[in-house]
């Protein structure tokens, strides 16, 4: 004889909750446990699956024997979230891997130049990525994937039920966007995912399968995501209908109908297509839209502010107010303004110019010594963002500058000129103009002064946006024209380059090397193959690459991935300071053998490069970072970092090689010449080695800078590059 009860149980992302409502919809009896995930560092959010099953079961047979038998059993889960298991055995291979995990997000931007379009928050990288860590990757075939509704199925049943509905394989990123009754075959091929580990697609509610781990083998009868199964509950079942819910963020859902949004991805208002539900076979469409901070203002307020001691005196708190005059809270707990230049009112040379020397010999060998232990140290950024060491005790009885000056600051260009600027074309030097009106630094801007400098930039980020988006757009287009016209052939893809010592997380500590090559020896070979400078620059670096990772018996059989900085500093802008550069990615051909066959590709691969880089607005780089806010920048950096984005599963690319024209006359500092401008760039996680060029007279001066464990013998490229020129000059000659 049927009870009319039903057992509910909703697996939420810190707690399970498992009740028996009767047949009115009216709770019986129902208890909830918490469970939390686990976050063994930043953007890592996991679980045990293992706990979460025994959790359910455990609660789920408490339950019936303390309301009776049920007839049937319903499961809502968080989203997104991904087990593996052993088909066999029922055993999770290693923890699961939470919806809020970021881990996968340098393998979702890769995976969008191969036009598969999947976020960190969806399962489809998450499977891909515990799939990698196997030992055995045949394994797979005795391998279950699911979603946490489908990991509960599949305990309740024993095994005997390997199902998703509709609303949670909609979320995957596996399924094919406008029929989410199918999973995309060309998703699961570039992913490397079996289609056998895939549970069925279902409807949201019907006879799926038997419980049978539960007293009675009640029927599971509805499976829903978590935001779904809340707009049912609240009987939102109609076009129309909408709901929203309050946690850490809020969550609203609109239900559509049998036709689905004009869009698959985010929307122009900002809202996401969802499966509602489905029901004998017919699919109910909505939208969401999703409010970071909704719970998090009260916590704001009650531990930032401290205006209440408790979460609840907010609504007494509001309560109590019954005008607020005109006034509009906006939520910007992630930073609302980007930062603003001033001059120091408090500026100090002492803090910025100081005097140091060399041990002896005082040889080339001690001068990149002290710039890497220079170089290394950190700016102080309560200090205006540069510093200079006057650096004695030379070998000859020369004098070293040595200066370092944050890149947000100041580019290669600026970086020249301002070099320029700070000596002469004589070697006597110039009259000194008459000191103009007395310096006034800057005011510290007030509180008002800040928030008006934001509300600013919160009101220039809307049409910014647009003109950032037409620029990003246009440019894909026109890309994506030009690399299928006939006989173009597509530059280096970000995260396509191999994995070599080069790309690897990098420490405080750095290493410098210096060389220099003769400006005849590349004109000669300029000239004798078509080339450019900057062609012959990339080949000889290429040359003392190969050299050293064939040392080291690293080197690739794919070729080395160079980004190479492009200044898009007008001719307005000269003078100014500030970072003006877009770049462009160039392979180096490093798998080749005979020097002259590597130029030639590199003579074509940056041709290639540049007349794909001429589509994109040079505004372009710099147009999206005033898009990012800086809260969300900086840990989002740390979070970067941290997992590795920038190398794995292959870096984004290789290494950094930087040339820029210096002043082809000579320079002066109070009567003695300049003989040697070494330039240096800065190094990042993911690309342990730069490699900056610069001309003056009738050299090349090439700095490299390295991080001191993952290329402690930077020397070693430096002493190359002389004889992967000498190589090519050979051949021009």
Same mark, same amino acid.
């Given at each position: ?127 891909? &990525? ?146 509602? &539900? ?6 109910? &469409? ?152 007395? &310096? ?79 400006? !005849? ?20 670096? #290429? ?29 307005? !802008? ?97 009567? #003695? ?61």
């Amino acid at each position: 004889m049927s009870s009319g009860r039903v057992l509910v149980v909703d697996v939420g992302t810190s707690s399970v909750r498992v009740g028996v409502f009767d047949a009115t919809g009216a709770a019986l009896h129902n208890v909830e446990r918490e469970l939390l995930p686990d976050t063994p560092s930043d953007g890592i959010v996991q679980f045990d699956a293992r706990a979460m099953a025994e959790t359910c079961l455990e609660l789920a047979v408490t339950e019936i024997a303390r309301a009776g038998p049920v007839d049937a059993v319903g499961i809502s889960n968080q989203r997104g979230s991904t087990v593996v298991w052993d088909r066999a055995t029922g055993e999770p291979v290693g923890p699961g891997i939470g919806w809020q995990d970021l881990r996968t997000i340098g393998a979702c931007l890769s995976l969008r130049a191969q036009g598969v379009r999947t976020g960190p928050n969806q399962s489809a990288t998450k499977l891909q &990525w515990i799939l990698e860590q196997l030992d055995d990757r045949e394994r797979t075939r005795d391998l279950c994937f699911g979603t946490v509704d489908t990991w509960v199925a599949w305990t309740l049943s024993r095994g005997a039920v390997h199902v998703t509905d509709a609303t949670n394989a909609a979320i995957t990123g596996l399924q094919i966007a406008r029929n989410p009754a199918e999973w995309d075959a060309n998703t699961l091929s570039v992913l490397g995912i079996p289609p056998a580990m895939l549970p069925t697609i279902v409807d949201s509610s019907g006879a799926l399968g038997e419980a049978t781990a539960l007293p009675g083998a009640p029927l599971i009868s509805a499976l829903l995501g978590d935001q779904q199964a809340s707009l049912i509950g609240q009987g939102c079942v109609h076009p129309g209908d909408a709901k929203i819910t309050f946690g850490t963020g809020g969550m609203l859902d609109l239900v559509l109908g049998e036709e689905p949004p004009v869009f698959d991805q985010r929307g122009p208002a900002g809202t996401f297509p969802i499966v509602a &539900w489905r029901h004998v076979g017919r699919i109910t &469409w909505g939208i969401e839209a999703v409010m970071l901070a909704a719970g998090t203002n009260v916590q704001w307020l009650r531990d930032d502010l401290g205006l209440i001691s408790t979460s609840d005196e907010s609504h007494d708190l509001a309560s109590s107010c019954d005008d607020t005059g005109g006034g509009v809270y906006v939520p910007a707990l992630l930073g609302l303004g980007t930062p603003a230049w001033i001059e120091d009112p408090a500026f100090d040379l002492e803090n910025h110019l100081s005097r140091a020397a060399l041990p002896a010999p005082g040889g080339a060998d001690e001068l990149a010594a002290f710039t890497a232990d220079f170089v290394s140290r950190p700016l102080d950024r309560r200090q205006p963002l540069w510093e200079m060491e006057v650096v004695e005790g030379l070998e000859g009885g020369m004098v070293a500058g040595v200066t370092k000056v944050h890149h947000s600051a100041v580019d290669g260009i600026s970086g020249a000129e301002l070099t320029a600027n700070l000596l002469d074309f004589e070697p006597e030097p110039g009259p000194i103009d008459a000191p103009g009106p007395e &310096w006034r630094p800057d005011q510290l801007p007030s509180p008002r002064d800040l928030a008006g400098l934001a509300l600013r930039s919160a009101l220039s980020r809307p049409p910014a946006a647009l003109a950032a988006a037409r620029h990003v757009l246009g440019a894909a287009i026109g890309i994506r024209r030009r690399n299928r016209a006939q006989g173009a052939t597509a530059p280096p893809l970000p995260f396509a380059a191999p994995a070599t010592p080069l790309n690897t997380s990098v420490g405080p500590r750095r290493r410098v090397a210096f060389s220099q090559i003769d400006t !005849e020896d590349v004109t000669a070979v300029r000239e004798a193959f078509g080339a450019t400078v900057n062609d012959v620059v990339l080949a000889t670096c #290429a040359g003392a690459l190969r050299a050293y990772l064939c040392d080291l018996g690293r080197c690739p059989d794919e070729p080395l991935v160079a980004a190479v900085p492009i200044s898009v500093r007008g001719t307005d !802008e000269r003078g100014t300071m500030g970072n003006r550069l877009s770049a462009m990615l160039v392979g180096l051909g490093t798998q080749i053998e005979d020097p002259v066959a590597r130029l030639i590709a590199i003579c074509e691969g940056s041709r290639q490069a540049k007349a794909q880089n001429r589509l994109i607005a040079p505004t372009t780089l710099s147009e999206l970072a005033e898009l990012v806010l800086p809260a969300v920048g900086r840990p989002m950096a740390r979070l970067v970092s941290r997992l590795g984005l920038t190398y794995r599963p292959r870096p984004l690319f290789n290494v950094i090689i930087s040339s820029f024209p210096g002043p082809p006359c000579p320079l002066y500092c109070a009567g #003695a010449r300049l003989v040697a401008p070494y330039p240096l760039g800065p190094v990042f996680d993911g690309g342990a080695l730069n490699i900056t060029v610069q001309s003056y007279l009738d050299s090349l001066f090439v700095g490299l800078n390295a991080d001191d464990r993952a290329v402690p013998e930077v020397s070693s490229i430096a002493g190359y590059l002389p004889d992967a020129l000498g190589e090519l000059a050979k051949v021009a000659a």
